[in-house]
């Protein structure tokens, strides 16, 4: 018996309808003992770390560290904030900019810490 390969199983499932699928799965945990709806809720998780990886991130000041004079001057410079809202962040940390691309927010987050702070991308 020649192997299939695993994109026409998908080709042949495709072309199945909702009770052809459905045999199909209860032949698989018999045959098998494989609980094919197990194996998609285990693979979910892995779907969505894939999605998660954007193309957008969220730069998060966590700490300002004891250079807080210098991340307050490298927030002003990213974010065009004024210094009340620079030492706000600062002083409480919290998002620096929001939905930015991967390169921006590793620029930013390499600014931030060459000033002294701890950031985290989100």
Do not use: F, H, Y
């Not at 410079?77 to 962040?89: M, N």
């Amino acid at each position: 018996m020649a192997k299939l390969k695993a994109s026409e199983i998908i080709d042949a499932i495709k072309e199945m309808n909702v009770l052809e699928v459905k045999e199909l799965v209860d032949l698989m945990e018999e045959e098998l003992g494989v609980n094919p709806s197990a194996v998609a809720v285990a693979a979910a998780p892995a779907a969505g770390a894939q999605e998660e990886e954007s193309t957008t991130k969220t730069v998060v000041l966590k700490d300002a560290g004891a250079a807080k004079i210098q991340v307050i001057k490298a927030l002003r410079e990213i974010t065009g904030l004024g210094l009340v809202e620079a030492k706000g962040i600062a002083d409480n940390g919290g998002n620096v900019k929001e939905n930015v691309s991967n390169d921006e927010a590793n620029e930013i987050k390499a600014k931030l810490e060459e000033a002294g702070a701890t950031v985290e991308l989100v």
